[in-house]
């Protein structure tokens, strides 16, 4: 099999992305200069990520098809939490020399799949391929409101209940199982492990969450508790968690962490990268189904608790690499 040294960035693309297909999205995709995107609303939402090899993913956890699954799940669930329908991504990656065309193609298999999957009618637009010593992926996703306001992370009121849409501490545990030194415990739980390498963020609640009036929503990708406290200071209020509406996410991760002896709730509470959706609703609102009110909306100075009792907030540092 050729590297994409060998083939150059041309002929390596023209390979490559055999897979992707057309988005109703663009009126002109990828192939020129810049793709060309419809904005129904007049207005679009943009998001951008970037994953560096040894920091935020591991050659050895993740397959070619892994990455490219995993760099659209993460922009398209920033893309629902504020309220919008994901549309499209333009993808740059940059990697070894040697690495075979056939990573490179099962990477755009990974990119496409995952647009089909989690937003019906999205695609990828156009990119970048570079090579250098260490890979890195970078995503921009652009999405529409239909019509809607954005939902932001600033606008929760003191009344309003405190939801999750999506899992909780799955995605750590299955990193904590990829992490073990014995090989096993990860192959016996493979869905915590699918849900670290290839998650899937409830997308279509974003949209939902927007219909039925939610007041303030964000994607939870570094960890329950550091993503709340970042509500809370947004929009100046505090927040509490009742730790007994967490008893249901804990208790799907309770045999897992039995097998390698660990606790389940520093998963609930601190891991990231299930990307599920932390949104706030007026009491007075009929909650869309999808979602579970695990808290409050409390007046007074921007703090998270938890049962009324100060949390000390941990997750992920995209910046320092510590979780």
């Known amino acids: 099999m050729p590297t994409i040294f060998e083939l150059g960035e041309k002929e390596s693309l023209r390979r490559a992305l055999a897979p992707l297909k057309p988005t109703e999205f663009a009126i002109i995709g990828s192939g020129d200069d810049s793709a060309l995107l419809k904005a129904q609303s007049g207005s679009y939402l943009v998001s951008t990520d970037t994953m560096i090899e040894n920091h ?73 391929l570079a090579t250098s010593d260490l890979s890195f992926i970078s995503v921009t996703a652009f999405g529409d409101l239909d019509g809607l306001n954005p939902v932001v992370r600033s606008n929760a009121n003191p009344g309003d209940g405190l939801y999750v849409g999506g899992t909780l501490g799955k995605a750590a545990a299955g990193l904590a199982l ?74 799907v991760l309770e045999q897992a962490a039995l097998s390698i002896e660990a606790s389940t709730l520093p998963w ?41 009792e100060i949390l000390q907030t941990a997750g992920w540092d995209s910046v320092t690499g510590n979780q």
């Open 56 to 128: 935020d993913f591991r050659k050895d956890f993740s397959s070619a098809f892994d990455l490219g699954w995993k760099a659209i799940a993460t922009n398209y669930s920033d893309i629902a939490a504020m309220g919008g329908v994901p549309t499209a991504a333009v993808v740059a990656i940059s990697v070894q020399a040697d690495t075979e065309l056939e990573w490179l193609t099962d990477f755009v298999r990974g990119l496409q799949q995952a647009s089909e999957s989690l937003a019906p009618g999205s695609g990828i637009v156009g990119g970048d």
């Open 268 to 308: 609930v509470l601190h891991g990231g990268e299930d990307h599920s959706l932390l949104a706030t609703f007026p009491s007075d609102k009929p909650i869309p189904k999808g979602f579970k009110r695990i808290g409050s909306v409390l007046a007074g100075d921007p703090e998270l608790t938890l049962d009324g």
């Open 178 to 251: 990829l992490k073990h030194p014995d090989p096993q415990f990860a192959r016996s739980y493979d869905e915590l492990v699918s849900v670290q390498l290839r998650p899937t963020p409830p997308i279509q609640l974003g949209k939902l969450a927007n219909e039925h009036g939610a007041t303030a929503m964000m994607d939870i990708s570094d960890g329950l508790s550091t993503d709340a406290k970042r509500l809370a200071e947004a929009s100046g209020v505090k927040i509490n968690i009742e730790s007994s509406s967490l008893l249901g996410f804990q208790a």
